[in-house]
């Protein structure tokens, strides 16, 4: 895994919606899976393209735009990016992705709006049957709004490897790299929504 380069806020996630919104022609979560595979994995564009099911003029078009990006909106971007720790687990049947360090208050926003993030995600994924629960650990692991006896299990696999400020997707059904990209376009798209302006 990359190393953190520091919590990750809502005006890091702003900024990095805004980049890609304004410099790539592409679907958000698309160009940022490319560019996260291209820069940090060492990935081609053939592989890219056959690992996202996209055809490689979408993902040709995503490199070439990013070696013509400005150095400024080029380490904007990258800092972002790389800042990102994502973890992968299993519990049962159920595939997890956990998404740190974030800010204290950007998690507390995620806990206090769920359901509005929710909302956002299942319309960035465009499928409500692969997303089953939403959680977040500042101090201890909770899933907002679920009851205890659906959670409990999750909490006692998860609770111990999880870092602090993290946010905890469960995925009800497999899901691709792109769907976790959707992840950070609706963090997004929350902290616009709502977070900073209770800030």
Request: glycine content about 6%.
């Amino acid at each position: 895994m990359r190393e953190a380069v520091g919590e990750i806020d809502c005006q890091a996630l702003i900024e990095l919606y805004r980049l890609v919104k304004e410099y790539f022609d592409e679907d958000p979560a698309t160009a940022l899976t490319t560019i996260a595979l291209y820069k940090f994995e060492g990935l081609g564009r053939v592989y890219i393209s056959k690992l996202l099911n996209v055809p490689e003029r979408r993902v040709r078009r995503v490199v070439e735009l990013l070696s013509k990006l400005g150095e400024e909106e080029y380490e904007a971007l990258m800092r972002v990016l790389h800042g990102i720790k994502i973890d992968r687990k299993t519990v049962g049947r159920y595939e997890v992705t956990v998404f740190y360090p974030f800010n204290t208050r950007l998690v507390e926003c995620v806990a206090e709006k769920v359901v509005y993030f929710r909302d956002l995600l299942v319309i960035n994924l465009g499928d409500f049957k692969r997303l089953f629960m939403i959680g977040v650990k500042i101090g201890q692991l909770i899933f907002p709004l679920v009851p205890d006896e659906i959670s409990r299990s999750f909490v006692e696999s998860l609770e111990p490897g999880t870092s602090p400020n993290s946010i905890v997707i469960v995925w009800s059904s497999p899901h691709s790299l792109v769907d976790e990209a959707s992840v950070l376009v609706s963090l997004s798209n929350l902290c616009t929504g709502f977070c900073v302006k209770t800030w």
